[in-house]
């Protein structure tokens, strides 16, 4: 593909392929051929594949798991040190609180059975009653807690255990006692149990918007089933490798969200295409051979934009996260997959009815004077007209939703942020209410030494600012290290207590370190969630710099342009902050009536790669349609209308769909969903309406000619890559 005009007479933009010449078949091409002559042999082959792997997975089940390790951190050293010493925080746990107006005293020949009976279930190691330590209970005597500790991990700890620990202790709240249970364990077995019809919803409106677009029902489908087999498929798979690779069990809910968004994206751009050419007079199997040659292919640069910027958040070196980019990342291979093979053979299957369909509604606004894109073109004509104006209050309005991400603080989310009827929820109150905030969000400090140092610990914590209390050293199996739990004065998701920690570890710890010759590392959950967010923004920059230098890359080498690829990355990157200024405001300052709290430590990472990889999406179709038209007659300002003008429809439709599959997820139990939901949608809206039909036109309109310059020796190192049509 040439950055020049080439020397053949132009074509009009609406003259028929057959007029046009003959094309040679690209891969892409052939590929549709393909599909189209042997239609039943491909529908066969898909349905025969995806239904080997979902009875494979059903049968070889699920085994999905967590990798919360932070290699290199204070808590996971922490964790790693109590597990190798056999020390009783190892494990997670799990509180029972119990509450009675009428005291505790009353109630413990109830209380204490209970608990007795809870030692015996598998999966806990041990039960501590509030009777067997003053601590436990609160100063007026009305609330207490008694500490399961479990035998390893939240996440390792089967539901079906933390079920029975759960009605094993409900049993027991009659005549005034009030029972109810807290911990992540609990959390976890309470959101796996919250149904949600996100995703059914989100196909329904999606169904809609495809069938106001086509006005049929059938040329509606094709696009929702080619994403429901490609979802079908990718979740099976993943099912699978998950007992192999670590897959995290939050892993599934995200690959349907982008399989279903991406899955109808590509296959309406495949099929949008294939509308416009049988509307410019080409027939059947040539209509479908162009549009795998010009949008299949604009549809495998996407989607290899949006692997590269997926397999970007390895660079981070999370665990958490590494698992959740390589499923989501073959969810698009497979979403690809399905556009480029299955599409073609449904297009020849029903293709009489669509052609039908088509040739008729077009006559219909043949008759009615109507021309296809006649409003985006002059929306482009406007902005052409004052392309600076448009540009500049585009920019500005972003950067103002923008603002709010500078003050985003990231975390985990707790009991504190969910519903308020919830059984953890309502111990999270409790233990805040007996025993002060902090309780909820306790610091685990491990001290090597032997018992001096570990005294000497306890004596420096209560005296430390925001330390409200600490409990005595408590040793470890073989007796090697010691643990304090110390309770901050503010809740867990306070910013005051992420700067105890480091208060702690930078100037606390290191200074009695020197004076008693003892180890000191700061673990638990709350230091391990600050932990997480500080290593998510000190990899920040270069998980950035990987994506944006490989996508540019990537663009570079379709377009043979220095200023497009560096234009796309500078605009993504405003779409983004855009969408992180929107979680903030929602989800950090309680907008809307959301509960506040931190932004979940992974949501700027992923909603980062997936957003900027689907942003990709519409600035490869629509700057390829430009340029399809540049190439003609190297007219920049009618090239940038007729490009505005033939995909406008289409992305706002494409936009539309990702929309309401992604604003579906807000109606989802889990916060963390909620967030990608409303990040996505937002980012998504503002990318197709702001960016793609006022900013790009704008830019493009004051960069003419020089939009498609490219140095001449990065051009002799750059591949040629063509995504238009070969003639």
Not at 143 to 156: D, S, W
Not at 202 to 228: C, D, E, H, K, Q
Not at 453 to 468: E, I, K, P, S, Y
């Amino acid at each position: 593909m040439s950055s020049t005009r080439g020397t053949a007479p132009p074509a009009g933009p609406t003259e028929p392929a057959a007029v046009r010449g003959a094309p040679r078949t690209g891969l892409f091409g052939r590929l549709a051929a393909w599909s189209q002559r042997r239609r039943w042999g491909a529908l066969l082959l898909w349905v025969l594949v995806v239904a080997a792997i979902t009875v494979g997975s059903q049968a070889a089940g699920s085994d999905y798991r967590n990798d919360f390790s932070l290699p290199g951190t204070d808590s996971q050293a922490a964790a790693d040190l109590l597990t190798e010493h056999g020390s009783p925080q190892a494990g997670d746990s799990v509180q029972i609180v119990v509450h009675s107006e009428a005291g505790l005293t009353g109630v413990r020949d109830r209380v204490e059975p209970m608990l007795q009976r809870v030692r015996g279930l598998p999966g806990v190691a041990d039960v501590r009653s509030p009777y067997a330590d003053a601590s436990a209970i609160s100063r007026d005597g009305t609330i207490g807690y008694a500490t399961v500790t479990l035998e390893g991990k939240a996440e390792q700890v089967p539901a079906e255990d933390v079920t029975r620990i759960i009605d094993t202790a409900e049993a027991a709240e009659t005549g005034g006692l009030r029972v109810e249970l807290g911990g992540d364990a609990i959390r976890a077995v309470a959101e796996s149990e919250e149904g949600g019809s996100a995703e059914g919803a989100g196909m329904l409106a999606a169904l809609v918007v495809l069938v106001l677009l086509f006005g049929s029902l059938v040329a509606a489908a094709l696009p929702l089933v080619t994403a429901l087999f490609a979802v079908g498929g990718a979740v099976g798979l993943i099912a699978l490798a998950s007992h192999v690779f670590t897959v995290a069990d939050f892993t599934p809910p995200i690959m349907m969200l982008v399989g279903l968004g991406v899955g109808v994206d590509y296959a309406l751009l495949i099929f949008y295409r294939y509308r416009h050419e049988l509307t410019a007079g080409a027939d059947r199997a040539a209509a479908a051979r162009i549009a795998l040659d010009a949008a299949g292919r604009t549809v495998f640069f996407a989607g290899c934009t949006v692997i590269i910027a997926l397999l970007g958040l390895v660079a981070l070196g999370l665990g958490a996260l590494q698992g959740v980019a390589l499923a989501v990342a073959l969810t698009v291979l497979v979403t690809m997959a399905a556009s480029l093979t299955l599409l073609p053979a449904l297009l020849a299957v029903f293709g009489g009815r669509i052609e039908r369909n088509v040739r008729r509604r077009a006559a219909r606004a043949e008759a009615k004077g109507r021309v296809e894109g006649a409003r985006w073109r002059a929306m482009a004509t406007a902005v052409q007209r004052r392309p600076l104006p448009a540009l500049l209050a585009a920019v500005a309005a972003l950067l103002a939703l923008s603002a709010p991400a500078l003050d985003m603080r990231l975390g985990f989310a707790d009991a504190g942020n969910d519903a308020p009827s919830s059984t953890h929820r309502q111990a999270y109150d409790l233990l805040a209410e007996g025993f002060g905030p902090g309780f909820n969000g306790p610091l685990v400090v491990v001290a090597q030494g032997g018992e001096p140092a570990a005294r000497h610990l306890q004596a420096a914590l209560t005296r430390t600012d925001g330390v409200a209390a600490a409990t005595p050293p408590l040793p470890s199996g073989d007796g090697a290290v010691f643990t304090v739990i110390a309770f901050p004065e503010t809740a867990p998701q306070d910013e005051a207590t992420g700067d105890l920690v480091h208060t702690l570890r930078s100037d606390v710890l290191p200074s009695l370190a020197e004076r008693t010759g003892g180890t000191y590392l700061v673990g638990g959950p709350t230091a391990a969630a600050q932990d997480f967010a500080d290593t998510v923004a000190e990899r920040m920059p270069l998980f950035v710099a990987i994506v944006v230098g490989l996508s540019s890359l990537l663009l570079m080498a379709v377009f043979r342009s220095l200023l497009i690829p560096l234009k796309a990355a500078l605009l993504n990157l405003l779409s983004i902050a855009a969408a992180l200024g929107a979680i903030t405001l929602v989800f950090q300052h309680g907008l809307l009536g959301a509960q506040p709290g931190p932004i979940e430590a992974f949501i700027p990472v992923m909603i980062f790669a997936i957003v900027f990889g689907l942003s990709m999406d519409y600035e490869v179709f629509l700057v390829s349609r430009i340029h399809e038209e540049w190439e003609r007659d190297a007219d920049h300002r009618r090239a940038v209308r007729e490009g505005l003008a033939a995909t406008g429809k289409v992305i706002t439709a494409a936009a539309a769909i990702m929309i309401v599959v992604f604003a579906a997820f807000i109606l989802s139990p889990s916060r963390m969903l909620q967030q990608f939901g409303l990040g996505l949608a937002v980012a998504i809206l503002l990318d197709a309406v702001v960016i793609r039909c006022l900013i790009v036109p704008a830019v493009m309109q004051l960069l003419g000619r020089r939009a498609w310059w490219l140095p001449s020796p990065l051009a002799r190192l750059l591949p040629k890559v063509a995504l238009e049509r070969p003639s």
